[in-house]
């Protein structure tokens, strides 16, 4: 995967995702008529009664680009994403349309997967054009009955570096509370914020870093004290260690992780929604051992790289006195040397992995096993 430190000529990119009806398109109109300094592209992907308003969409002309009052271009895809990014580029370095970032709305019923894997696949793209985020936004209101019935909502979730919840003025706070709360728990290493039909701080969506190595890795500590307190409560002994798991940082010196809904334990379901999607966090203070690692992850993403949606993490490696920072989608992952570890931090290895239905044990025991 192709995720080396990107230089600044490369164009960012913004993914926006979210379910039909959620606010994408409003949130969208206002990127596309705000006058906010800068020039930018949006990609739309979208054929469906929710297209941005015809009057700033010229849906039949041949032109496909239309060029915006404050200088932002908007286009719609008619066929290959990869041909659409290659023409504005080429558009671009002619000198026949400017911008200085690229917003691509996905359809409400779209899997992110492959839109990202785009910008690592194709060479051509990976040299013009960096991955920022993906932005998913959710309907308060409606956010849970779609989670329920919808396994593409929960992907759009998982795959998320910022989650915008619209109308929460609709619903109340306890409501709001539990749906934050799901969020959380399938994806624990995106950020949410509210937005009031699309009065979100622009600045909050774009330059993210999502996937950039560098991005410190948040999980949310919502979810690491859920995770020790079920531990706490339950008492697990997992594969005979008998894990003392008071303190949720695990700080002892065995590899372990911190359970979450993908895990098998029934004890975990009655209290909330048994989503396909979920997420698990491994962590260690003992090294591994880079050769062990790396065959192992190389096996787990043939086996279960389409279920796989995000994972990132920062490794503690036997021999090498820095950290090394990992990050995957799907079936392609990449890893990097990082900033040596400080003095005053013991050197550790987090892991997040969010996937659909992804064996939580198996993944736990191999990477135990991969520890020097």
């Not at 400017?98 to 690592?120: K, L, S, Y």
Request: overall charge negative; some cysteine; charged content about 25%.
């Amino acid at each position: 995967m192709n995720t080396a430190p990107s230089a600044d000529s490369l164009i960012p990119v913004t993914v926006l995702t979210g379910f039909l009806g959620a606010g994408k398109t409003t949130l969208l109109r206002r990127i596309l008529t705000e006058f906010h300094g800068q020039r930018i592209a949006v990609i739309e992907n979208e054929f469906g009664e929710e297209n941005i308003d015809n009057d700033l969409l010229v849906q039949d002309s041949d032109e496909q680009v239309v060029e915006l009052s404050n200088g932002c271009v908007c286009c719609t895809v008619r066929g290959d994403l990869i041909r659409t990014l290659g023409d504005l580029a080429a558009r671009r370095a002619a000198g026949d349309v400017r911008f200085d970032r690229v917003v691509i709305e996905t359809t409400g019923m779209a899997n992110p997967g492959p839109v990202c894997q785009t910008f690592f696949m194709d060479d051509d793209i990976a040299a013009t054009y960096r991955l920022d985020a993906v932005v998913t936004v959710v309907d308060a209101k409606h956010g849970m009955a779609t989670l329920d019935r919808q396994e593409e909502a929960q992907r759009q979730v998982g795959f998320a570096d910022r989650i915008l919840i619209s109308k929460k003025d609709l619903v109340n706070e306890a409501d709001y509370q539990a749906l934050r709360a799901r969020l959380v728990r399938i994806n624990p290493r995106a950020s949410i914020l509210p937005a009031h039909f699309g009065e979100t701080d622009l600045k909050a969506l774009l330059d993210v870093s999502g996937f950039d190595l560098d991005a410190i890795l948040d999980i949310d500590p919502e979810f690491l004290a859920e995770e020790a307190a079920a531990h706490d409560h339950h008492g697990h002994d997992h594969h005979g260690h008998g894990h003392d798991h008071h303190d949720h940082e695990h700080d002892d010196e065995d590899g372990h992780h911190a359970c979450g809904p993908a895990c098998g334990h029934p004890d975990h379901h009655h209290a909330h929604h048994d989503d396909e999607i979920g997420a698990f966090v491994f962590r260690s203070n003992r090294a591994f051992d880079p050769e062990r690692l790396e065959d192992f992850l190389s096996g787990i993403v043939q086996v279960y790289g389409p279920d796989l949606l995000r994972y990132k993490g920062i490794l503690y490696i036997k021999g090498i006195n820095r950290r090394m920072l990992f990050q995957g989608v799907h079936m392609m992952f990449g890893a990097e040397p990082g900033k040596p570890w400080p003095a005053s931090e013991k050197p550790n290895t987090r892991m997040v992995f969010i996937g659909r239905k992804l064996p939580q044990d198996i993944f736990t025991q191999g990477l135990e096993q991969c520890l020097a």
